[in-house]
């Protein structure tokens, strides 16, 4: 049994920020920010990933280190590892896809595997929505960020947001994370408590909406609710703040369903990854649990 099994592809971040000359490589990806972040809280975690034979062995060195359960990661020798080059510059995110890894496959013991969550987080469509539909077929609550889905690249992988092409998808999935951009390509408005209002009309019981460094929105019970982020004395690196924020998300709403308390152990946990590169900077449990609260403090109800 493992509490949040989590789907998608494990990258190699190459990132360049005004933070720090020249670019920083990192393991990135989903799994990887959302795992660790969960396991940091004491989740058992697995992830469903493929690598190539590319993949640096320090970085699985470092996922086994947080306990993450690697077994169901399959690492492919003649494949390439999925790659991107981030360039924060002028408060925007540049984001090219380098190399892509192959896509995602359904096996028998992944469908026996007995898990409390199942949190799926394509970055470039990896998980088909025929697999997607699979994996979600067990009873476990199913959690999803779209973001690889709403995802087209040009001849040269640079990223632009498009329309969700089977909204059909949404249909079943009980906690869904997106970021502002994201949930204004799902839904066509760009104020994201509108996009909070639509998504959550559509079935799903929680929807999360981050806004960067501003906090999130959480929508659910018809009522939403803005969450403020810890502010931070700098921000080296946002790259995979989103993902940790789901990833403790869930790993404290499967404990109680205190939706409110799980955003702010979220934005807690997205605080602490934001001041580093990669997961170099996240604490312990409790000095997530500090900032949470702070957080709960500032937490106000919008309709």
């Known amino acids: 049994m493992v509490d949040i099994l989590t789907v998608g592809h494990v990258t190699v971040d190459f990132i360049a920020s005004p933070s720090f000359e020249g670019f920083k490589k990192s393991v990135g990806g989903p799994p990887t920010y959302?795992?660790?972040?969960?396991?940091?809280?004491?989740?058992?975690?697995?992830?469903?990933?493929?690598?190539?034979?590319?993949?640096?062995?320090?970085?699985?060195?470092?996922?086994?280190?947080?306990?993450?359960?690697?077994?169901?990661?399959?690492?492919?020798?003649?494949?390439?590892?999925?790659?991107?080059?981030?360039?924060?510059m002028d408060g925007q995110r540049?984001?090219?896809?380098?190399?892509?890894?192959?896509?995602?496959?359904?096996?028998?013991?992944?469908?026996?595997?007995?898990?409390?969550?199942?949190?799926v987080s394509p970055v470039a469509s990896e998980v088909s929505y025929q697999v997607f539909r699979r994996l979600c077929?067990?009873?476990?609550?199913?959690?999803?960020?779209?973001?690889?889905?709403?995802?087209?690249?040009?001849?040269?992988?640079?990223?632009?947001?498009?329309?969700l092409k089977d909204k059909s998808i949404l249909t079943g999935v009980e906690v869904l994370k997106t970021s502002s951009e994201e949930?204004?390509?799902?839904?066509?408005?760009?104020?994201?408590?509108?996009?909070?209002?639509?998504?959550?009309?559509?079935?799903?019981?929680?929807?999360?909406?981050?806004?960067?460094?501003?906090?999130?929105?959480?929508?659910f019970g018809g009522k939403t609710y803005f969450i403020p982020s810890f502010k931070v004395e700098e921000v080296v690196d946002p790259t995979?703040?989103?993902?940790?924020?789901?990833?403790?998300f869930l790993s404290e709403y499967v404990k109680d369903g205190d939706a409110i308390w799980s955003a702010c152990v979220g934005s807690a946990s997205a605080s602490f990854i934001v001041e580093g590169i990669g997961v170099s900077r996240l604490k312990g449990c409790r000095e997530v649990y500090e900032r949470a609260e702070s957080i709960l403090e500032g937490v106000v109800k919008k309709r």
């Not at 949930?183 to 909406?209: N, Q, R, W, Y």
Request: aromatic share 6%; with cysteine; charged share 25%.
């Open 34 to 88: 959302a795992s660790i972040a969960a396991s940091n809280l004491r989740s058992k975690v697995a992830v469903l990933s493929r690598v190539g034979g590319d993949f640096p062995a320090e970085y699985l060195k470092l996922l086994t280190r947080w306990k993450v359960d690697l077994s169901h990661l399959k690492r492919c020798a003649d494949a390439k590892t999925t790659k991107f080059l981030i360039r924060y």
């Open 94 to 119: 540049e984001l090219r896809l380098i190399d892509l890894a192959p896509p995602i496959e359904v096996t028998e013991d992944i469908l026996r595997l007995d898990r409390k969550v199942i949190h």
């Open 137 to 163: 077929m067990r009873g476990s609550l199913v959690s999803l960020d779209p973001q690889g889905y709403l995802r087209s690249f040009d001849e040269h992988g640079l990223v632009s947001l498009v329309e």
């Open 183 to 219: 949930a204004s390509a799902l839904t066509g408005f760009m104020d994201p408590l509108k996009a909070v209002s639509k998504l959550t009309s559509l079935g799903v019981e929680v929807v999360i909406v981050t806004l960067g460094g501003e906090g999130a929105f959480i929508g």
């Open 240 to 248: 995979g703040a989103g993902d940790a924020f789901v990833g403790a």
